[in-house]
């Protein structure tokens, strides 16, 4: 849970709220999307929408594995039309969603993020985006260049007041924290994290930061507790993955057999709705280990 780092945020201020889709109506938002697409009324105010309909489909990927090629030429698309608008804004959106591409592409590949790296550097020319800082910090802490990561962290705190993005600042200057072996410092970003996801109202992310809040818990009664809330969070948004987390550490934390096989079922139940093949073998081999 510790090393999930593909969290976001957008930053777009636009009809559609920023993370309206973050709050589990994916279709409605989606729908909306195109609707305002459609009826915009000049190219930049087109080009910023296209940039952020790029950048829901690949939430939407994320989150759900709904479908990377349809995010890829979303995000051509994005591109393009930002620099035949020449908005200094959308062409910012546009790269940033291309590096994230690069980014996922690279976490779920062969973690070379070089390509990716170069990327956020050229949107970071264009305008200074708190979401492109964010995934700069995030390429320095996949490489362990913990230093610049965390630095670029807290520059994201610095330039944006948005409770999304910082909860993800908070979200990974806690987890530098706790590498440097002070868990007690960390749990408070943590607990930022899970307060500022909630007040975005970015349902789908909520159950994510109790997971690591939980999993930083030193008390094995809070932290069942912790996960208890992350469970109900996620079954509501359809955080899948989250659920999936949450129930599989509260198959390792039960000391009722019973319970425990309860709890691996529901966590199969949830890598089996996310559709991850990997993540599915896992939870079958933990279930049937219980079970016998």
């Known amino acids: 849970m510790r090393n999930f780092a593909v969290l976001l945020a957008t930053l777009i201020t636009l009809p559609l709220a920023a993370n309206e889709w973050l709050a589990g109506t994916w279709i409605r938002a989606e729908r909306k999307l195109d609707r305002a697409v459609a009826e915009a009324k000049t190219p930049a105010a087109e080009a910023r929408l296209l940039a952020k309909r790029a950048h829901f489909l690949l939430d939407r990927n994320v989150y759900h594995r709904a479908d990377s090629e349809r995010a890829r030429v979303a995000i051509d698309e994005a591109l393009a039309a930002a620099k035949r608008s020449g908005d200094a804004t959308a062409i910012a959106l546009a790269m940033h969603a291309r590096s994230r591409f ?3 592409g690279a ?3 062969d973690g070379n993020f070089a390509a990716a790296d170069a990327s956020i550097d050229e949107s970071l020319q264009v305008q200074e985006l708190a979401d492109a800082w964010f995934y700069r910090g995030l390429v320095r ?5 913990y230093a610049p990561a965390r630095a670029a962290f807290e520059h994201v705190l610095v330039l944006t007041n948005d409770p999304l993005v910082r909860s993800f600042a908070h979200r990974h200057i806690g987890y530098l924290i706790e590498l440097g072996g002070d868990a007690d410092a960390a749990r408070v970003h943590y607990r930022k994290s899970v307060d500022q996801r ?4 970015a349902h789908v992310l909520v159950p994510f930061a109790l997971n690591l809040l939980a999993d930083s818990e030193k008390d094995r009664a809070r932290a069942i507790e912790l996960l208890h809330e992350s469970t109900a969070a996620a079954r509501c948004s359809k955080s899948w993955r989250a659920l999936n987390a949450a129930e599989a550490k509260l198959a390792e934390l039960s000391a009722n057999r019973e319970v425990a096989v309860k709890h691996a079922r529901r966590a199969l139940d949830a890598a089996q709705s996310y559709g991850d093949a990997a993540m599915i073998a896992e939870a079958r081999t933990k279930l049937a280990e219980l079970s016998h």
Request: aromatic content about 14%; overall charge negative; cysteine-free.
């Open 102 to 104: 690069l980014y996922f």
């Open 198 to 201: 909630r007040e975005s109202g």
């Open 107 to 109: 976490l779920d590949g």
């Open 141 to 145: 802490q996949m490489r362990e260049e």
